[in-house]
């Protein structure tokens, strides 16, 4: 049976006070953090949870272990960081460290979400050495996007968990489920930061043609407004125009 999953965007980032989208890899701001607790305390899914995932990128690490602390201390699920989830573009805010750099700051930064997790357990072993090269299926084309949105649901399609947790971002996320409730061209993602929705394969899904449909409504989408964040109109418009 495929699993059950909650897919999240991050919390407030640095990059998206005043649309600082030339930050490289920006961290979690103060509210960011702040709204990472409350999602934390909202959450009512906590003990459904067996695997963690997150985006390598810092924002999106942060969220999961500050968000899904009690998943990681409490029962030391698998924390994988997986690059398919990454954000679209190559603007700045969206470009990684090295693989090095990141094995040696991704432990410290659980650490401060999740301080009783053994950080020793963190995979790493799905980000490749050119996961930040924004190249190949890392590209910011709508190609490349698509192509890399079927494979994160392919591989998520065949994982044995029941239910799992995905932190990844704005914009990434409407390719990865396919559904574009809530945007908007002129605002952004309609995702808000540290919006969580739940989702299940379609039926017919397969390991080579999953698809994703919502199920419930975990927060209401259709009446409020789309995040406030111009730098996903950017990142979307940048895929879109380099695919001409």
Known sequence: MPPILYLVRHGQ?????????????PLLTEH???????????????????????SPLQRAIQTAAHAFSPVLEKRQVP??????AQEISHLTCD?????????????GLIAQGAPGYNVDDLDMSLVDEDWNSKAGIYAPTLYAVRKRAAAQRSWLWQRPEECIVLVSHGAFLHYLTEDWTGYDRARGTGYMNCEYRQYEFSKDS???????????????????????????????????????
Do not use: M, W, Y
């Open 13 to 25: 980032g640095e990059h998206n006070v005043n649309n600082s989208h030339h930050i490289r890899d």
């Open 32 to 54: 960011g953090k702040k709204q990472c607790q409350d999602l934390r305390d909202q959450f009512k899914h906590h003990e459904d949870i067996l695997l963690v995932l997150a």
């Open 79 to 84: 924390f994988v960081l997986v690059p398919l």
């Open 95 to 107: 470009l990684g460290a090295d693989r090095e750099s990141l094995a040696r700051d991704a432990p």
């Open 206 to 244: 397969t390991e080579a043609d999953a698809h994703l449909i919502e199920i419930g409504v975990c927060r209401e989408k259709v009446s409020r407004p789309a995040g406030l964040d111009a730098h996903v109109i950017h990142e979307i418009e940048e895929v879109e125009k380099a695919s001409h």
